[in-house]
């Protein structure tokens, strides 16, 4: 029986993002790419030097209330964490 996205669950990769802003962010982007290719809901929470900037690719974080407050409602919805620092 072939499990559906939902069952796969859910991931938000908390780091340095968007490339090239060195080798975590690299590793984020292909880590991502691999999780989506196995069908995988992936999310990254953008922690890197550029977070309070609108990025289409990740979430931003414009402060350390605001990072907690996104943790929390990554953690309701039942996301998985994965940390890069």
């Known amino acids: 029986m072939e499990k559906t996205s939902r069952s796969r669950g859910k991931i938000l990769i908390v780091g340095p993002y968007p490339p090239p802003e060195g080798g975590w962010s690299t590793a984020i982007r292909e880590e991502r790419e691999a999780l989506e290719r196995?069908?995988?809901?992936?999310?990254?929470?953008?922690?890197?030097?550029?977070?309070?900037?609108?990025?289409?690719?990740?979430?931003?974080?414009?402060?350390?209330?605001?990072?907690?407050?996104?943790?929390?409602?990554?953690?309701?919805?039942?996301?998985a964490f994965r940390l890069h620092m």
């Open 38 to 79: 196995r069908g995988i809901e992936c999310r990254v929470l953008n922690l890197g030097p550029r977070r309070r900037e609108k990025n289409g690719d990740s979430i931003r974080v414009r402060g350390s209330f605001d990072l907690l407050a996104k943790l929390a409602w990554f953690a309701l919805r039942g996301y």
